[in-house]
């Protein structure tokens, strides 16, 4: 008797800032149902216009604002999943000295900490697009734009942090949980909070659409919840 041919991979694409917790979903997936998974985690700028251009991929985890693009080109063939909630946290190189360190408790505090900061750090992705917003509205942007560094897509905030290039930076927490030589201060004030949802959704270019779907369900259900939060995430309320 010859065995059962694999299933062909489901190919997922996806932004950095969803790596570590699609790595344990997709792995943990692939423990129950026998599926295999890969997962290329790149600049989220960089996946959607990979998507629009047509690459042949299964499915696509991106910010929900990217997904909504890619729904109205005509980019996605189901439904949008959220699946996971990020919050944008501040953090600085572990080596600064505690005695040094900003305090960023309320919008005012935070406002300080920017302005004050030799050197700052965001991402081009949701929440360095939310950032730039609230800088603008503070009416400091033009200010701190000479001291502001955004590393190119794909590249971590953090490893501007643990180098010293920066002094403050900012990111997604799932991000910077766990990286050496990166002291996170904490989410930001609840009245300047960034948070972001990652969604996921079957591309147009999909070869089983049908597999896809299901992991795409699979990202999204309930049960996958303590992953996400360990992981630096929640569940999508």
């Not at 290329?40 to 216009?49: F, T, Y």
């Not at 501040?90 to 406002?111: S, W």
Request: charged share 15%; with cysteine.
């Amino acid at each position: 008797m010859t065995s059962p041919r694999p299933l062909p991979a489901i190919r997922v694409l996806s932004s950095m800032a969803t790596k570590a917790v699609l790595a344990d979903l997709c792995r943990a997936y692939t423990d129950v149902t026998g599926q295999a998974v890969t997962v290329e985690s790149v600049g989220g700028v960089d996946a959607a216009n990979r998507v629009m251009a047509d690459e042949a991929v299964d499915v696509v985890c991106l910010g929900a604002a990217a997904m909504t693009k890619l729904a109205a080109g005509g980019k996605l063939s189901g439904p949008i999943a959220p699946i996971a909630l990020s919050e944008t946290v501040a953090a600085v190189p572990a080596t600064l000295d505690r005695a040094l360190t900003p305090d960023i408790g309320t919008a005012d505090a935070l406002k300080q900490a920017v302005l004050q900061a030799n050197a700052l750090a965001y991402s081009t992705g949701p929440s360095g697009v939310a950032l730039a917003a609230l800088f603008a509205e503070w009416g400091i942007a033009q200010t701190i734009a000479p001291r502001i560094k955004i590393p190119p897509p794909g590249t971590p905030v953090a490893s501007l942090l643990a180098s010293g290039e920066v002094s403050l930076g900012f990111q997604q927490h799932a991000e910077l949980i766990g990286v050496h030589g990166v002291h996170i201060l904490g989410s930001l004030p609840a009245s300047v909070a960034i948070n972001t949802v990652f969604s996921a959704a079957v591309a147009t270019q999909a070869a089983n659409t049908v597999a896809a779907q299901q992991l795409v369900d699979a990202l999204a259900a309930p049960s996958s919840a303590e992953t996400k939060q360990r992981n630096g995430m929640r569940q999508p309320a």
